[in-house]
């Protein structure tokens, strides 16, 4: 039997189920993981706010981190892959409850700017797990779709890709789906900067959304975006740090809690759980959710703003900033779309 596994006080759906299988199973704030905790342990469960690299691992038991998140930016894998400590993701578990997010601002944007019933196009940058659902439900609602994938493209050819130039020029809304890249052909890092907000010329109303990594978007360029250029914002830079200006200047303002649906949560945890599974070779209980991955097969413009109100959590965090770890780490998990 493994001795002992550190989990993430705030992992919902996850307590009492590896008790079986560990003679210690310790929860903790993310605050509290450190190196004196993780010494003696052989994994860790945890998500996006435990920063896995060396200062935390070296020198400990850990062969395993399982995050109960889609992205690994907070782990340090090439640390891990040279220390022989098996990582485990959570790809594609809350795609359709940001999906659910990008939907339910882009209604809630076009009724504060009268653009009701007026056909937009929309720029997904990313289409992976969210991105795929974003575009098919949005070319459902009768958006003009234009996809940016460079990756995909490459992998894949055809005609239906466009440059992010392209989606700049074209776009009433671009909404950005990618993982967090600092390095290589495909760097995400600020992305979303000075350069690309120029092009963004005339007055006509735009919208930017950002539910992938704070830092894909600069924070500078976006407090420097001119009037007509509107800002939907759930993933910061420097969180829970977050920039009080930007903040207030966001149409939707949220505390990183675009995925955090009850079905979301649940996947995550069952993938994280199994992940353990795989790794220890036990046989612990993972939950388990009707509700496909791949998000509802059909949705419709009253389903999607039914389900969900943004500027509702918009409201709450811009009344208390400070609050932005708190409002997340206790936040009500709501339905995804049926």
């Not at 090439?78 to 578990?93: K, L």
């Not at 909404?175 to 907000?197: K, Q, S």
């Not at 059909?298 to 999607?304: A, F, P, S």
Request: proline share 5%; charged share 20%.
């Amino acid at each position: 039997m493994p001795r002992k596994i550190v989990i993430e006080q705030n992992i919902p759906y996850i307590k009492g189920r590896l008790e079986p299988w560990f003679d210690s199973v310790v929860y903790a704030p993310a605050s509290d993981i450190d190196a004196a905790l993780v010494a003696d342990a052989d994994a860790i469960v945890t998500r996006t706010r435990t920063r896995c690299d060396a200062a935390l691992l070296d020198g400990s038991a850990v062969r395993l981190i399982a995050t109960a998140t889609i992205g690994t930016d907070h782990i340090d894998l090439d640390y891990c892959r040279q220390a022989g400590i098996a990582v485990a993701s959570a790809p594609g578990c809350n795609a359709p409850a940001v999906a659910q997010w990008a939907l339910a601002t882009i209604l809630a944007w076009q009724r504060a700017r009268a653009l009701e019933g007026r056909r937009l196009s929309l720029g997904v940058v990313g289409v992976g797990h969210v991105g795929s659902i974003v575009a098919r439900w949005a070319g459902q609602l009768g958006y003009e779709v234009l996809p940016c994938d460079p990756p995909r493209e490459r992998a894949e050819g055809g005609d239906r890709w466009v440059s992010l130039d392209t989606i700049a020029d074209r776009c009433d809304i671009i909404t950005v789906h990618t993982p967090l890249n600092r390095h290589g052909a495909d760097a995400t890092f600020h992305l979303l900067d000075e350069r690309l907000l120029a092009r963004l010329a005339g007055d006509k109303p735009r919208l930017i959304m950002n539910a992938a990594r704070g830092a894909i978007a600069s924070t500078q360029a976006l407090l420097d975006a001119p009037a007509h250029i509107d800002l939907a914002i759930d993933c910061w830079e420097n969180e829970p740090d977050i920039d009080r200006v930007l903040l207030q200047r966001a149409f939707v303002a949220t505390p990183h809690i675009a995925g955090y649906s009850s079905q979301g949560k649940l996947r995550a945890t069952a993938m994280a759980i199994e992940a353990v599974n795989r790794h220890f070779g036990i046989q612990a209980e993972a939950p388990s959710v009707t509700l496909p991955a791949t998000g509802a097969a059909k949705v419709t413009t009253e389903g999607i703003a039914a389900s969900y109100n943004p500027l509702a959590d918009t409201r709450t965090l811009k009344d208390a900033p400070l609050k932005f770890e708190l409002l997340r780490n206790h936040y009500a998990l709501r339905d995804e779309v049926h």
